[in-house]
């Protein structure tokens, strides 16, 4: 794996979700000024790092994920001087920005696509995945037909209007799938990189991958896109080292061996993340099992040779809110996880406060049920929760109708609550380098339906024993260690006395090894 940069060793992301965080132009969308406004309220929260989703021009059918043109802010965000002047600002605060990367698909209001609908060949004929017949379809995939006078399909990537982008066929089987290595392929590739190119020297950190795994088709065992990052890997490493790259991909061996420093634990597949946060009886509402995703997190460790960073977020757009399933003081119990595990950690804008899933929202930009966690968030008790000057029906998505939802405001000004938590858990991983990015982790205990999770962080002679206790009864287990002293305690928190570990019920506790 390439070397990572070294501002990865203790970064602790924030997500934010451009349409939904702050309005500052009053027409009821958030814009790329209003998150340059609120770069210090990230920054005192501790966060030392942005992932910053699509905010490129966009026929807005998939939220900015269905992208017109790479190189240009969507005009209701702002202008390109607004981006990089984000990054500026960002840097002044000694904070990174990842952008949102969307390699496999475009929208079909692209200009590369409606040159690759002409029936004459041109530059962009092989820029997607075609057919040579309008009668067949691309097998495994939903396609466009009968839209130009080109003859053939094209193969999509999720919804009907995102036309998946040519990176070729691992194994060609159709007369039809180009090789890895065609003209087309190569082009395609050769394009993202002038996107990739473009944002890095305007100052841009690095980019998060939407759909990194699903580039090249036909490649069951993802050979063929593990050897495509590698190539976009020796790009990067040759122009911009100190670019940093995570994965939407879930398989961390492969991603990893491609080149990024990063993937995340997704909520579909099989990391067992839903076991703990979402769905079912989460672990961290006190009444689920965690045994599942303690197995498949050592065999991802250990797939992967422990290099790179598994990251493990609180939430994402995609996701139903984490306050939808874990409730009242559990929900710090869930962060002293997410901020003591290894890896960079993400935070979901306004999962600090707890803001909730706003329930029977009409869908917005594609969202459909998604739409209820991509509400706007709540800087105040003022109007629209302090997001946007607008009129309440302007507003892109409504707000929470719920009069006592939580605010930025008060939890800032409120010691004991979940904000404030938040703040203290990040302020004690910085200070402790056993907790952060690379420090290694051995569980101590993980039982099937059972509780504590316990776990010890290591780097050089630090060591520290993490308690967490979710459940409402008191736990316990035993451990072969002694305490040197407690750095964290919620809730009760725990004690190690005589090969035993006690934890209170709903606690959390860090406990410094000697």
Known sequence: MNRQPEWLNNAVFYEVYPQSF???????????PGITEKLDYIAELGCTALWINPCFDSPFGDAGYDVADYCKVAPRYGTNDDLVNLFSEAHKRGMHVLLDLVPGHTSWKHPWFLESMKAERNEYTDRYVWTNSIWEEPTGYGSLRGISDRDGSCAVNFFTHQPALNYGYYKPERPWQQSMDSEGAIATRNAMKDVMRFWLSRGCDGFRVDMAGSLVKNDEDGKGTIKLWQDVREFLDAEFPEAAMVSEWGEPDKSLQGGFHMDFLLHFGPSHYNDLFRYGQPFFEGNGDCSEFVKKYIENCEKSEH?????????????????????????????????????????????EIGMRYVEGLTSVEGGYGRTGSRSPMQWNSGKNAGFSDAEADKLYIPLDPDTNRPNAEAQMSDPDSLRSEVKKLISIRMAHPALQSRGDIRFAYYGKESYPLAYVRTASDEKILVVLNPSDKEAEFSFDGEAAEVIYSFGGGAALSGGKVTAQPVSACFIKLK
Do not use: E, Q
Not at 309 to 327: E, F, Q, T, Y
């Open 22 to 32: 702050n309005d500052t132009n009053g027409d009821g969308i958030g814009d790329i």
């Open 307 to 351: 290099k790179g960073l598994i990251c493990i977020p609180s939430g994402n757009h995609d996701m139903d809110r984490l306050a939808k399933w874990v409730h009242g003081d559990k929900l710090k119990t869930a962060f002293a996880f997410l901020l003591s595990m290894p890896g960079a950690p993400f935070i979901y804008y306004g999962d």
